[in-house]
């Protein structure tokens, strides 16, 4: 069975009123699938109809936890395609690792569901384009989960940016510093009692389990996350792009390397990547930081959680009038003039899980603050700096070709080998 035919053909989905109570369901249940649960059981005419997770135990606990909040259990499920043979179901929200996302999401939109998909909605460049790719092919409503978008401060800020407040806005500064300690090194044993471990690998390559290959700490090995710059860091990285009112780079360098630790983490844990870029041949310029342990604390950027005073999550826009520094997902910041006088500064945050429901009942992609288009440009920007980083020099890109120019060894890297039957299809 191949995997584009594994879930059958879309369905046309009728226009919802606002009073039709959309059906949805949760797939990967732990945590960030924990903020899916607690959003789509709280919001208005949505009933969360069903649940899944390739961990069983996981799978009780999100299901328990639905039942108390609808008074009637979900229905449980480990394989998203059996899920899908559901045709009551308006919708999918995916909070599984990164090298699911894409694939998922093709699935869904094959079964005629829209789809809420976390950052990053793509494990590499060449799943960047079909996801997009199947969300035009099948008319589907698709949101990236960068909930920055949806905050009300953060539109604010934008908007006085584009407005000119700043004068020239030719810089913006990602951090991503999160207190990261060692992962250590675990020995290869035997999957859980109840984890469908096939199923969790999916399209990656068959290995044996370890702990530090599951639970979060997948996130530091590039079979199946992108470091933290496609972890914590895709959301600054979004809000800069966004700020900077840019699109594809020409030009990304990336250095770094995994220091402190000796441990089984495959991924940088220090990245410094700087992009270039040339919309309407006005030269602008990204440089993101991730930093793992110790760091100062920057234009008050605090970030969200004061709880842990070694991170700082944030971004800086620097233009020829004064800069702004944005605090994690809903704050901003000004600084103005020479003197650094302080200017306008908001605080507001907003609901993307609501976004997205309403833009499902309005059928209009515009309607949605991340449109997996938006989502997949600034996905992109991730992936170039990791390939950069793993060929140890900079790379060019063009986005007319959708290529690194006349660098073939960068372009072998756009796309990983799957393992069958977990194949995205190709759509653009």
Sequence with gaps: MSSAAAVGSAMAAPTKSPNDTVRIACVGLRG????????????????????????????????????SKRQKAPATFSDLRKLLEDKSIDAISIATPNHQHTLQTVWACQA??????????????????????????????????????????????????????????????????????????APEQAAPAGVDYDLWLGPAPKRAFTKNRFHYTWHWFWDYGNGDIG?????EMDIARWGLGVKYPTKV??????????????????????????DG?????????????????????????KSTPSNCIGNLFYGSKGFLAID???????????????????????DHFANFINAVRSRKREDLNCEIEEGSISTTLVHLANISYKLGRTVHFDAASYSCTGDSEANKMFKRDYRAPFVVPKFA
């Design 231 to 235: 972890n914590q860091g895709i959301h």
């Design 32 to 67: 960030r699938g924990k903020s899916h649960l607690k959003a789509f059981t709280t919001l208005p005419n949505v009933d969360l109809v069903a649940v899944c997770d390739v961990d069983q135990s996981v799978l009780n606990e999100a299901s328990k936890f639905v039942e």
């Design 328 to 350: 994690g997902y809903d704050r901003y910041k000004t600084w103005m003039g020479k003197e650094q006088e302080l200017g306008p500064a908001m605080k507001e945050g907003g």
């Design 112 to 185: 005629g569901k829209d789809v809420y998909v976390e950052k990053p909605c793509s494990h590499d460049m060449f799943e960047a384009k079909q996801v997009v790719g199947a969300a035009r092919h099948y008319d589907r409503i698709v949101q990236q989960g960068s909930q920055a978008r949806s905050s009300i401060a953060l539109e604010d800020g934008v908007k006085k940016m584009r407005d000119g407040f700043l004068g020239d806005v030719y810089m913006a500064r990602g951090l991503c510093y999160k207190w990261r300690d060692t992962i250590g090194r």
């Design 253 to 278: 360098s990336a250095i770094g390397g995994h220091f402190m630790f000796d441990d089984d983490q495959e991924t940088p844990n220090t990245l410094t990547s700087t992009f270039e870029f040339n």
């Design 281 to 305: 041949g006005k030269k602008k310029i990204l440089v993101f930081e991730v930093r793992h342990w110790m760091t100062n604390l920057e234009a008050g950027i605090h970030e969200f959680d």
